[in-house]
């Protein structure tokens, strides 16, 4: 398992935080997500061979955020 920590830009309240999180669990490889407001961040931990950071870049930018690399 692996964790990496991506920017989330346009999260502008504890809802956004919900609907971050959600969409980043929702991908299959991802163990847990702890997505931040106030750092504009996600943490996540993740197997490497199930999903790729771009992937989860890709899932943020599609729920109507930023994930700038
Ligand atoms: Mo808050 Mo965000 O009212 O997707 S849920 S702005």
């Known amino acids: 398992?692996?964790?990496?920590?991506?920017?989330?830009?346009?999260m502008s309240c504890g809802g956004c935080v919900n609907n971050?999180?959600?969409v980043l669990k929702a991908l299959p490889g991802v163990e847990?997500?702890?997505?931040?407001?106030?750092?504009?961040s996600a943490t996540v931990?993740?197997?490497?061979?199930?999903?790729s950071v771009d992937?989860?870049?890709a899932a943020v930018e599609n729920a109507?955020?930023?994930a700038p690399a």
Do not use: N
């Open 20 to 22: 971050v999180t959600g």
């Open 1 to 10: 398992m692996s964790e990496v920590t991506i920017k989330v830009e346009g």
């Open 55 to 57: 992937a989860m870049r």
């Open 64 to 66: 109507g955020f930023e």
């Open 32 to 40: 847990d997500a702890q997505v931040s407001l106030e750092g504009a």
């Open 45 to 51: 931990r993740f197997d490497p061979a199930r999903v």
